[in-house]
Every structure is written in C-alpha cells, then in structure tokens.
C-alpha cells in the first residue's frame, strides 16, 4: 500500500507543484474517512486539488460554487410529482468528492444542509432517506480575505471537519515549473488513475483496523483535557475533535506502512485536527495567540507515552 500511496502522490505532484506536506495530508484525510476544509486565497489550486484527488482515486466528482442564493435543495435534492407519485432528484452531494467552493459564501441554512449530510452519510427529502456513495468526501473552500456577503462557519459546524488545511503560494522554483509546464499543456489532462474507487473503500476499511494502544488513547484524551483547561482558550476540544485525531494518527500510520498508531502519528497530525476547533479568549486575541501556536504548546507540555518495542 505504501508503493500505491507513493504513485497517487506522485501523479498529484504533476498537476499541484511544491505542495507534497499538504496533498499528504489530505489522502490521509481521505483514507481517515473524513472532509477537508481548506482556507487559502484565490488562485493557488484548490479546485484543481480536488479535480485531481478525484481522477486519481478514480472518483466521480462535482463542484457547487456557493453563493447567496444557493438553497438546500440544491446540495441535497428535491422531489418531483410523476405519474401520481414523488420521484427524488439527486442533489449535488450525490457522488464522491465534492467540492464545496467559498462555502462561507452561502446562508447558513445551505451550510448546515450540506453539513448534515456530511456527519450522517445520507440526506432525508420528504420524509424518505437516500444514502450517499461510498466513499463520500468534501474538501470545502473559503477565502479567508473579502469578508463582504460571508457567512463564517459556526464552531458547531467547523467541528464537524476533520481537519483544515491551507495551501498557500508557490516557492520561486514551483511557480517557475508551473508557468513553464502549463505553457505547453494542461497537466491534469495527462493524471491517470492510481486506484479503483473499490480500492479506496478496502484501503478506508484497513485504516479503521490499525491498532491504537491504551498509552495512544490515554495520550490523546490528555491532550483535550488541556485544551479544555487552558487558560486562553474560551473552547476546548470535544469529544468528536478527540476521536478525529485518533483517525488521523490512524491514517497516518496506515499510510506509514504499520498497522499500529506510534505517538509521532498523533503529534504530527495534532495541528490540523485541533486548531480550527478551538476558540480563542479575548487576551489570547488581544496578544495575538493563533491557535497553531496554543496547540504546539499543549503538544510541548504533555507528555507522549513510551510504547515498548514490540510496538515502538
């Protein structure tokens, strides 16, 4: 599985140049079963980042831009008379990776109708249940300048992805390479599939078998608590937001080549599993704390277990 990961990465890093950290940590993401929330300003390949995850992973795939005027109905469906009975007419969460672009763009009725359908797999029209494809993912967008006509995710909502992620701009090299390669073609008409969508559900499934000691959990569970205590932040992390890096450390590893989770698997993921659910005190944003920075000194101040070398 390691040699199958290596060429997904490689056939993404020739459409996204210069972002490997970044395309790593959303295939873990997607092996951890989980949604993506990514804040970047225009232009540095969000979209294409999906596109491509999509070809590669051999996913059907489709793309709402949101805007004030985008209702329910169009991410969840809708029923339709027909001949005397009501005929579903699937919305635009049924397929597999769905690109959510500047959901913080829309009314937050539309938000928690797609958010709904990402934390229960299926959406309810008229009284009847339509359960999404497996697998089913977002990588939602928001700009994180422009804040005219915006409806920032509540807390409750933010929570409810699994990690958030920033891009950023090319180094010099990368932007030269990307200038020089898209001059002659589109690089994303050459990516071909590396998995079969049934693949990727096996590979999902194995992620969910990974093994985590009672040291890992007990590691974990100390990690919330201190957030939950620390003085500058007014919101801990919950419940969901600890289970959500027990995921991550499992994909981690899984993506490592073990089938067991070592701390460095919880350490390494911590940041984009836990700063965006924390909410920050009034002094922690007078002194201009970001939560990154409260998250590295929870991960300094507690101390990870030391697993034995059976499983070390």
């Known amino acids: 599985m390691q040699e199958k990961i290596k060429e997904i990465l490689d056939q993404i890093e020739t459409v996204i140049v210069g972002k490997n950290e970044v395309m790593e940590r959303i295939l873990m993401a997607i092996l951890a079963g989980g949604h993506v929330l990514m804040e970047d300003v225009p232009g540095v390949g969000k979209t294409t980042t999906a596109m491509t995850f999509a070809r590669v992973l051999g996913l059907q795939t489709r793309r709402v831009q949101f805007t004030s005027d985008t ?3 169009d991410i969840i469906g809708f029923s339709l008379p027909e001949q005397g009975r009501m005929v579903y007419q699937p919305g635009a969460v049924m397929t597999n990776l769905l690109l959510a672009d500047e959901i913080n763009r829309t009314s937050s009725k539309t938000q928690s109708a797609l958010l709904e359908a990402m934390e229960e797999g299926h959406v309810t029209v008229d009284g009847v249940t339509h359960d999404l494809p497996a697998p089913f993912v977002v990588l ?8 005219a006509g915006t409806q920032n995710l509540p807390n409750s909502q933010l929570d409810r992805f699994l990690m958030k992620l920033s891009m950023g701009y090319p ?11 898209r001059s002659q073609q589109e690089p994303l008409e050459q990516v071909e599939p590396v998995m079969r969508r049934e693949e990727l559900i096996a590979a999902i499934a194995r992620v969910r ?6 040291q890992i959990y007990d590691y974990i569970a100390r990690l919330a608590e201190v957030t939950r205590t620390h003085p500058l932040l007014k919101l801990g992390i919950s419940p969901r937001g600890a289970l959500a890096l027990c995921r991550t450390g499992k994909a ?6 073990r089938d067991f989770v070592v701390p460095e698997d919880v350490t390494q993921m911590a940041e984009y599993v836990f700063a965006h659910r924390l909410m920050l005190s009034s002094k922690a944003r007078l002194n201009e704390y970001t939560p990154e920075a409260i998250v590295a000194e929870v991960l300094a101040q507690t101390q990870p277990p030391v697993l034995s070398e059976r499983r070390a």
């Open 171 to 181: 180094d010099v090299g990368s932007q030269v390479r990307i200038l020089r390669e």
């Open 209 to 214: 078998q990974v093994h985590v000691d009672d």
């Open 140 to 147: 939602a967008t928001q700009n994180p300048i422009g804040s």
């Open 71 to 73: 209702m329910p109905s």
């Open 252 to 257: 981690r590893a899984f993506a490592e080549g």
